[in-house]
């Protein structure tokens, strides 16, 4: 083999290893990313379980709210109705709403 030839081959190896090393690294960052999005991932769903959970506890206590509502409401028709029987009972009418 002559010089010239062996000077090629190793320019071309040179280049070779070059572009070995680049696409390893390459590689590697196309990892860490994977890995960040992994991670973004977990994240992501330690937070959706959260923001269930208290989305459920929210209903739970809208519900608890609403069933608390509807009994006042009831509560004060009673009272009312008391107030006019009453009022009724004495003879008055009562004032006009």
Known sequence: ???QA???ASRRLALSLDALSAAVERRREADRKMGN???Q???LGNDRSRLA???DAATAQARALDAVNREVAQRLDAAIA???SVI???GREPPAT
């Open 37 to 39: 999005l992994g991670q």
């Open 88 to 90: 009724a009972s004495s």
């Open 6 to 8: 062996i000077e090629l």
């Open 1 to 3: 083999m002559s010089q």
């Open 82 to 84: 008391s107030v006019r």
């Open 41 to 43: 991932l977990h994240t």
């Open 53 to 55: 959970s208290e989305l």
